[in-house]
């Protein structure tokens, strides 16, 4: 069973850290950070070209973690592959082991790297999971037709809880749990404030899923800004960024500045219950991972 | 309304290259709508071509030019005319219902980009894709299939700001606005519930209606 389910199941304290596939078709780097995070995570998410940037596959990555003893959770998103590409994927996906993924509908081929790709979204998050729920439960495939084996995934999505309006956000969160999503995993957060607010709201429509907090340690004053002005669902406060950029001043590096700031939000997150885990999203820092969770005292 | 943008002329020089006469044929539907098809294009496009060598030896502009039999009688009207290639100033459609009662080759003068609104005179708006299968009713008369950048039918992606869509800023979220819409009207309760099939093979092209009840 999906190592994240069972954490989850438990009421075990989650963590998730994403990886992404290199541009390239060298994974040794990925294979190395691997080998940091075994045992301290539930899962290691490995992303579908984020951000519409063209890379090796999610699922490449994920069949060489699951081979090295590494859980992957494969994302999925709707934008370069249609129903059929992606059911193959995830059978394919299974056939390896691989039990956990996440849906997502994914960036628009024109904020990538390869803007005059096709995009596709025959399906979205709601329809990957829809779909995926179905071919579990009836043994049918995309055109109703018999597999000889069905898969079983644990079910993710994503929110973002900084949204306005949030009654959307919050009405897209209630398809995606009907369509079976099982594990939500929210866009980054830095306070808890709005982290609040919003699983008020959730619990006031009475969607009742595990939702593990984003968690993206900063690496500088200036990539901080950078996600507050481009970055969707991205709210990093100003403290922070001043706590940042005079980080030199006090006679240290910003990055460790950041890691401690991760480290004292999930710390704040776990202490106050907040949610049942958190999904570490380092952006190319993922040794940094394994000192974030020290510090916020996780095993 | 069909919208039309007429090409570079460079790009007309490239396909008329060795044709020393040639026949304009506009629309005068949406092409004239789009100043790319109707009397006053047809007429600048032949002193534009007259002054680059090439003899412009008939023009037409039929009152629409996706009509086969009115295309058709209109068409004879340059049997004669020594024409060794046809200019089509319409849409896709029209520029290839010339071709089907036509010779000689029929060369496109637009590009023909989507089915949209006219606001006023000039300005254009992309309404629809023609899925085949529409939502309209469930989403307050706003296309979420045309007009969010992904076509998304089930509610928003994490990424608009300040109301404005990811894919491009100048573009408001369909959604946000279908979330106002839906609120006016009293039917959030459609942003959630079960969401229909999409499914494609109505989308199998090309596509036909007959009316009429027997072969044509
Ligand atoms: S849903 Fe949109 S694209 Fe489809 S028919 Fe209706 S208006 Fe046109
Ligand atoms: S921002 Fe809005 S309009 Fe743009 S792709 Fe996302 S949901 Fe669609």
């Known amino acids: 069973m999906s190592l994240l389910k069972t954490a989850l199941q438990r009421g075990e304290f989650a963590v998730t850290a994403e990886m992404a596939p290199p541009k390239g078709c060298d994974f040794s780097e990925q294979a190395a950070v691997a080998e940091l995070l075994r045992g301290k995570v539930q899962g290691v998410n490995v992303t579908d070209m984020q951000s519409a940037c063209l890379k090796a596959s999610s699922l490449g990555l994920c069949i060489r973690l699951k081979q090295a003893g590494v859980e992957p959770i494969l994302q999925v998103t709707g934008r370069d592959r249609n129903r059929m590409a992606i059911l193959a994927d995830l059978l394919s996906a299974a056939a390896f082991g691989i039990d956990t993924m996440l849906a997502l509908t994914g960036d628009h081929p024109v904020v990538g790297d390869c803007k005059g790709a096709k995009p596709v979204y025959d399906l979205d998050s709601v329809g990957i999971l829809e779909m995926l729920r179905r071919v579990e439960e009836t043994g049918l495939d995309c055109g109703g037709n018999a597999l000889d084996s069905k898969p079983e995934f644990f079910r993710g999505a994503v929110v973002t809880p900084v949204y306005e309006p949030v009654a959307l956000q919050v009405a897209k969160l209630r398809r995606k749990v009907d369509a079976g999503a099982q594990y939500i995993q929210t866009q980054g957060i830095f306070e808890t404030e709005s982290l609040k607010r919003f699983l008020e709201a959730v619990d006031q429509a009475q969607i009742r899923v595990p939702i593990m907090a984003g968690i993206i340690p900063l690496k500088s004053a200036g990539m901080a800004r950078y996600m507050n002005e481009n970055v969707p669902g991205i709210a990093v406060p100003q403290d922070q960024i001043d706590a940042l950029a005079s980080a030199k001043e006090a006679g240290r590096k910003p990055a460790e500045v950041g890691v401690d700031m991760a480290a004292d939000l999930i710390r704040q997150i776990r202490a106050e219950n907040l949610c049942p885990g958190v999904h570490i999203m380092a952006i190319g820092a993922e040794k940094n991972v394994p000192i974030i969770l020290e510090k916020a005292g996780i095993q | ?216």
Request: glycine content about 12%; charged content about 25%.
């Open chain 2, 1 to 216: 309304m069909i919208i039309t943008q007429r090409k570079p002329m460079e790009d007309l020089f490239a396909m008329l290259e060795g044709v020393q006469k040639v026949a304009l044929v506009g629309c005068g539907n949406c092409a004239a709508a789009c100043q790319t098809g109707g009397e006053n294009e047809v007429r600048e496009m032949k002193a534009l071509l007259e002054s680059k060598g090439i003899e412009v030896v008939g023009t037409l502009v039929p009152e629409e030019c996706c009509h086969k039999m009115l295309v058709k009688k209109e068409l004879k009207a340059l049997r004669d005319s020594g024409a060794q290639a046809i200019l089509g100033m319409a849409c896709g459609d029209g520029v290839q219902t010339v071709a089907d009662n036509a010779e000689v080759p029929v060369y496109p003068a637009n590009d023909t980009l989507f089915l949209g609104q006219i606001e006023r005179v000039g300005i254009f708006h992309e309404y629809c894709r023609m899925c085949g299968d529409c939502v309209l009713g469930e989403t307050g008369g706003i296309c979420p299939v045309t007009r969010c950048a992904k076509g998304l039918v089930n509610g928003p992606c994490g990424g608009q700001k300040n109301g404005k869509c990811e894919v491009d800023p100048e573009n408001d979220c369909a959604w946000i606005l279908i979330y106002k819409r839906l609120e006016k009207l009293g039917q959030l309760h459609k942003l959630t519930g079960p969401v229909p099939d999409r499914d494609h093979d109505r989308m199998a092209h090309p596509r036909h209606i007959n009316l009429r009840g027997k072969k044509v």
